[in-house]
Protein backbone atom coordinates (compact mmCIF):
# COMPACT_ATOMS: atom_id res chain seq x y z
CA UNK A 1 0.00 0.00 0.00
CA UNK A 2 1.06 3.22 -0.43
CA UNK A 3 2.69 4.86 2.61
CA UNK A 4 1.23 8.26 2.79
CA UNK A 5 -2.07 8.85 2.61
CA UNK A 6 -4.05 10.38 -0.10
CA UNK A 7 -7.00 13.03 0.09
CA UNK A 8 -8.89 12.18 -3.31
CA UNK A 9 -8.63 9.57 -6.28
CA UNK A 10 -6.36 10.30 -9.16
CA UNK A 11 -7.21 11.20 -12.53
CA UNK A 12 -6.61 8.11 -13.60
CA UNK A 13 -8.54 5.64 -10.49
CA UNK A 14 -11.45 7.73 -11.59
CA UNK A 15 -10.83 7.15 -15.28
CA UNK A 16 -10.33 3.50 -14.52
CA UNK A 17 -13.46 3.51 -12.22
CA UNK A 18 -16.11 5.05 -14.87
CA UNK A 19 -14.74 2.83 -17.88
CA UNK A 20 -14.88 -0.43 -15.64
CA UNK A 21 -17.96 0.74 -15.15
CA UNK A 22 -18.97 1.87 -18.82
CA UNK A 23 -17.63 -1.15 -20.30
CA UNK A 24 -19.54 -3.60 -17.09
CA UNK A 25 -22.76 -1.93 -18.67
CA UNK A 26 -22.24 -2.21 -21.87
CA UNK A 27 -21.72 -6.01 -21.38
CA UNK A 28 -24.92 -6.35 -19.54
CA UNK A 29 -26.95 -4.79 -22.41
CA UNK A 30 -25.68 -6.15 -25.17
CA UNK A 31 -24.61 -9.55 -24.73
CA UNK A 32 -27.01 -11.21 -26.99
CA UNK A 33 -24.64 -11.63 -29.78
CA UNK A 34 -22.55 -13.99 -27.67
CA UNK A 35 -25.41 -15.65 -26.08
CA UNK A 36 -26.59 -16.71 -28.96
CA UNK A 37 -23.40 -18.09 -30.54
CA UNK A 38 -22.66 -20.21 -27.43
CA UNK A 39 -25.86 -21.64 -27.90
CA UNK A 40 -25.68 -22.58 -30.86
CA UNK A 41 -22.19 -23.77 -30.61
CA UNK A 42 -23.18 -25.73 -27.77
CA UNK A 43 -25.92 -27.29 -29.40
CA UNK A 44 -23.87 -28.08 -32.40
CA UNK A 45 -25.30 -25.67 -34.50
CA UNK A 46 -24.04 -22.92 -36.77
CA UNK A 47 -24.50 -19.53 -35.18
CA UNK A 48 -25.97 -16.54 -37.49
CA UNK A 49 -23.62 -14.39 -39.09
CA UNK A 50 -24.69 -11.42 -37.72
CA UNK A 51 -24.07 -12.97 -33.74
CA UNK A 52 -20.78 -12.63 -34.15
CA UNK A 53 -19.37 -9.40 -34.42
CA UNK A 54 -21.53 -9.22 -31.26
CA UNK A 55 -19.79 -12.17 -29.49
CA UNK A 56 -16.34 -11.05 -30.61
CA UNK A 57 -17.31 -7.11 -28.86
CA UNK A 58 -18.38 -9.16 -25.83
CA UNK A 59 -14.99 -11.13 -25.74
CA UNK A 60 -12.87 -8.24 -26.16
CA UNK A 61 -14.99 -5.86 -23.85
CA UNK A 62 -14.22 -8.55 -21.62
CA UNK A 63 -10.68 -8.66 -21.76
CA UNK A 64 -10.45 -5.04 -21.80
CA UNK A 65 -12.63 -5.00 -18.50
CA UNK A 66 -9.90 -7.93 -16.93
CA UNK A 67 -6.65 -5.59 -17.85
CA UNK A 68 -8.35 -2.71 -16.70
CA UNK A 69 -8.95 -4.02 -13.57
CA UNK A 70 -5.50 -5.40 -13.34
CA UNK A 71 -4.48 -1.92 -13.65
CA UNK A 72 -6.65 -0.07 -11.13
CA UNK A 73 -6.18 -2.94 -8.61
CA UNK A 74 -2.07 -1.93 -9.25
CA UNK A 75 -2.51 1.57 -8.70
CA UNK A 76 -4.94 1.41 -5.46
CA UNK A 77 -1.72 -1.23 -4.29
CA UNK A 78 0.94 1.34 -5.01
CA UNK A 79 -1.01 5.01 -4.87
CA UNK A 80 -3.61 3.88 -1.98
CA UNK A 81 -7.20 5.59 -2.04
CA UNK A 82 -8.75 8.00 0.27
CA UNK A 83 -10.04 7.22 3.55
CA UNK A 84 -13.34 6.52 4.06
CA UNK A 85 -15.46 9.52 5.56
CA UNK A 86 -15.82 8.12 9.18
CA UNK A 87 -19.50 9.61 8.97
CA UNK A 88 -21.14 5.93 8.96
CA UNK A 89 -22.33 3.38 11.17
CA UNK A 90 -19.36 0.61 11.22
CA UNK A 91 -21.88 -1.55 10.04
CA UNK A 92 -22.03 0.64 6.84
CA UNK A 93 -18.67 0.71 6.86
CA UNK A 94 -18.67 -3.02 6.79
CA UNK A 95 -21.08 -3.26 4.01
CA UNK A 96 -19.15 -0.92 1.90
CA UNK A 97 -15.41 -2.77 2.72
CA UNK A 98 -17.43 -6.08 1.66
CA UNK A 99 -19.02 -4.76 -1.45
CA UNK A 100 -15.67 -3.48 -2.99
CA UNK A 101 -14.25 -6.76 -1.83
CA UNK A 102 -16.91 -8.44 -3.93
CA UNK A 103 -16.88 -6.07 -6.80
CA UNK A 104 -13.15 -6.44 -7.23
CA UNK A 105 -13.43 -10.31 -7.15
CA UNK A 106 -16.18 -10.35 -9.44
CA UNK A 107 -14.63 -8.10 -12.03
CA UNK A 108 -11.74 -10.62 -12.26
CA UNK A 109 -13.95 -13.77 -11.98
CA UNK A 110 -16.46 -13.07 -14.77
CA UNK A 111 -14.06 -12.56 -17.84
CA UNK A 112 -11.77 -15.06 -16.23
CA UNK A 113 -14.87 -17.38 -16.13
CA UNK A 114 -15.96 -16.40 -19.41
CA UNK A 115 -12.32 -16.60 -21.04
CA UNK A 116 -12.04 -20.33 -19.99
CA UNK A 117 -15.27 -21.21 -21.06
CA UNK A 118 -14.78 -19.63 -24.50
CA UNK A 119 -11.37 -20.34 -25.09
CA UNK A 120 -10.50 -23.19 -23.10
CA UNK A 121 -14.18 -25.13 -23.17
CA UNK A 122 -13.84 -25.56 -19.26
CA UNK A 123 -16.49 -27.44 -18.00
CA UNK A 124 -18.78 -25.12 -15.77
CA UNK A 125 -16.97 -22.00 -16.42
CA UNK A 126 -20.02 -20.61 -18.58
CA UNK A 127 -22.34 -21.28 -15.53
CA UNK A 128 -19.13 -19.66 -12.99
CA UNK A 129 -19.50 -16.63 -15.48
CA UNK A 130 -23.39 -16.14 -15.79
CA UNK A 131 -24.07 -16.70 -11.91
CA UNK A 132 -20.78 -13.98 -11.15
CA UNK A 133 -22.73 -11.50 -13.93
CA UNK A 134 -25.85 -11.34 -12.13
CA UNK A 135 -24.63 -11.39 -9.18
CA UNK A 136 -21.94 -8.72 -9.95
CA UNK A 137 -25.14 -7.12 -11.14
CA UNK A 138 -27.01 -6.47 -7.50
CA UNK A 139 -23.80 -5.61 -5.96
CA UNK A 140 -23.21 -2.97 -8.38
CA UNK A 141 -26.85 -1.88 -7.59
CA UNK A 142 -25.72 -1.69 -3.74
CA UNK A 143 -22.55 0.25 -4.28
CA UNK A 144 -24.49 2.83 -6.60
CA UNK A 145 -27.02 2.60 -3.37
CA UNK A 146 -24.14 3.34 -0.66
CA UNK A 147 -23.01 6.44 -2.90
CA UNK A 148 -26.11 7.73 -3.00
CA UNK A 149 -26.47 7.64 0.92
CA UNK A 150 -23.47 8.76 1.34
CA UNK A 151 -23.76 12.10 -0.96
CA UNK A 152 -27.42 12.62 -0.32
CA UNK A 153 -28.37 11.18 3.23
CA UNK A 154 -24.48 11.49 5.11
CA UNK A 155 -24.05 15.03 3.19
CA UNK A 156 -20.28 13.07 2.18
CA UNK A 157 -18.02 14.27 -0.34
CA UNK A 158 -17.12 10.41 -1.15
CA UNK A 159 -19.68 10.85 -4.67
CA UNK A 160 -17.96 13.54 -5.55
CA UNK A 161 -14.66 12.40 -5.07
CA UNK A 162 -15.40 9.58 -7.84
CA UNK A 163 -16.65 12.31 -9.74
CA UNK A 164 -13.49 14.38 -10.11
CA UNK A 165 -15.77 17.15 -8.35
CA UNK A 166 -14.31 19.00 -5.92
CA UNK A 167 -16.03 20.96 -2.37
CA UNK A 168 -16.03 24.20 -1.97
Do not use: C
Not at 57 to 79: C, D, E, N, Y
Request: aromatic fraction near 8%; proline fraction near 4%.
Amino acid sequence: MAGTPVSSYSKTQIWLHWSIAALILVQFVAHDGMEHVWRALRRGQEAAAGDWPLAYLHIVLGLAVLVLAAGRLWLRATRGVPPVSGMEHPALRLVARLTHLVIYALIFIVPLSGAAAWFLQVPGAGLVHVLGKNVLLYVVLLHTAGALVQHFVLKSNVLRQMLALRQA
